[in-house]
């Protein structure tokens, strides 16, 4: 069961607890329940309770997130492309799973009828430049692409600001109608520390299992690497740290009852790269990833209704152009969580293996 796209089950209305305790694992995904308990003002017995009732039911689930920076990869890349849709989307699905999203840079990835996107991680531009021409290949052969060759948008960390990475909390904030919790400071701007750290071939093992078994218990993960459970959670400790790790939570939003997810890629003016602060208020509270560099932006937001999208895709580009902005009209593309297909979705382990060189 996924954030994106999940069979919808009929659970009962949330009540105001377990929509600030969803919330709040959202918010602050790296403290502990006793921390996140006093920024609630939940019982800590309460929020425990919460939290595995909520993730049984499916409301969300937990993954350990490798910031692959400190481990030799230099970029994150989006792809979207326009297709023709003369061939059925679930024939399309299967050609794409089985000739490109089997590379392992590549964590995520949504499709339509007409349309499509992937984002990846990689440890250079070689490798997506040879996915991409591999991409364009297969579908231009099946006749499958529109004009267009498939666009690509290169965020290079050491001069690119990763501003939301698959934070949900805002969006949760404002479908709950809560208060701001905001009472602990929280780094937005990840991937941007690119010294590389080296691990052992014992660090390497506890760590890939720790990303491919997220939910698992130290002594678990220490059963399948042939370690004992405190060294596996020293190791653990020492990764989170050292910025090797951090927690992702991902709420089902379709159960939750959002409908849209739209993504916009944003060129700017070429005389006029927009400040911190200009590209603070296009970070709106739908914005759930939002990645740019000088002269271009790639944001993915989520919303409820048809017209809240509508309302916040106006201000945003009334925004653009008040402050003369944009070089061109930025391309924006909506996707229905009940047409929408996940092809991938937040699988980090493959390319951890490959960069560690451990096998599975």
């Keep these: 069961m996924g954030v994106f796209h999940s069979e919808t089950v009929n659970h009962p209305i949330l009540t105001k607890n377990e929509k600030k305790v969803l919330n709040g694992i959202c918010r602050y995904p790296n403290i502990t329940d006793s921390e996140l308990s006093d920024v609630l003002q ?3 017995s309460t929020l425990t309770s919460i939290k595995r009732r909520l993730a049984a039911q499916g409301y969300y689930r937990s993954l350990c997130f490798p910031l692959l920076n400190r481990l030799g990869c230099e970029l994150l890349a989006v792809i979207y492309m326009q297709f023709n849709p003369v061939i059925p989307l679930k024939e399309r699905v299967e050609t794409t799973k089985r000739t490109i999203e089997v590379f392992d840079e590549i964590f995520f990835s949504v499709g339509e009828e007409e349309k499509g996107f992937s984002i990846s991680l990689s440890q250079n531009y070689t490798n997506i430049g040879r996915i991409n021409e591999i991409r364009t290949e297969t579908f231009g052969k099946l006749g499958l692409l529109e004009k267009e060759y498939p666009h690509e948008v290169i965020f290079p960390f050491e001069t690119s600001h990763i501003h939301k990475f698959f934070d949900f909390s805002s969006v949760l904030q404002k479908l709950f109608e809560l208060d701001d919790i905001q009472k602990i400071s929280t780094t937005s701007d990840l991937f941007r520390n690119v010294t590389k750290i080296e691990l052992t071939t014992k660090e390497k093992k506890v760590y890939s299992a720790l990303v491919e078994h997220p939910t698992a218990t130290t002594q678990q993960i ?7 459970r405190h060294t596996v959670a020293r190791m653990k400790k020492q990764f989170f ?25 944003i060129s700017f003016n070429p005389n006029k790269a927009p ?3 200009e590209l603070s208020l296009l970070n709106s509270p739908s914005t759930v990833f939002f990645a740019s560099r000088k002269f271009e932006a790639v944001l993915l937001s989520a919303y409820p209704t048809y017209q809240e999208y509508k309302e916040d895709e106006m201000n945003k580009i009334r925004f653009l152009k008040e402050n003369n902005l944009l070089s061109h009209p930025p391309f924006i593309s909506t996707y229905m969580f009940e047409r929408m297909e996940l092809i991938k979705e937040f699988d980090f382990a493959p390319l951890v293996r490959k960069i560690l060189g451990v096998s599975s």
């Design 275 to 277: 400040s911190t602060h």
């Design 241 to 265: 740290e050292d910025g090797l790790l951090q927690v992702l939570i991902l709420p089902n939003l379709k159960t939750l009852g959002v409908d849209i997810l739209t993504f916009y890629h």
């Design 222 to 228: 220490g059963d399948l690497v042939g370690l004992s």
């Design 42 to 44: 939940v019982k800590l």
